[in-house]
């Protein structure tokens, strides 16, 4: 299996689907040279929405964050380009309670939506 084929087969198993995370998989699997980063086992879609969300949070104005395509794609790059211990990510794997806050909402809309409470 190649990173390509993870970042689909990851895409496909995870339960929160939607037409944002869509384009941004889409744009990712049209990056080149990027497949040994999709094949690192620490990288998954959950932590990276998180990524991303803790991100847009530090652009945060009264509870709204506006992001340029560009700059959340980069986002991305630097994601899955990044160990998880340079970014500062925990493994989701090993928090064995669910946080309700982290989890990306399954919204019927063109845009991502993070909770910032």
Known sequence: MNGYERLKELYNQDNFQ?????????????????SEYYLRPEKNLKDLVNYLRDNAKEYCVNNISIIEDSQ????????????NAELGILLSS???KKDSKTEL???PSNQMQFDFS
Do not use: A
């Open 105 to 107: 909402k399954n919204i």
């Open 72 to 83: 959340v794609y980069q986002w991305c790059i630097d994601y899955f380009q990044k160990t």
């Open 94 to 96: 090993t928090n064995p």
């Open 18 to 34: 939607n037409k944002p995370l869509t384009t941004i998989v889409n744009y990712l699997l049209q990056v080149p040279d990027m």
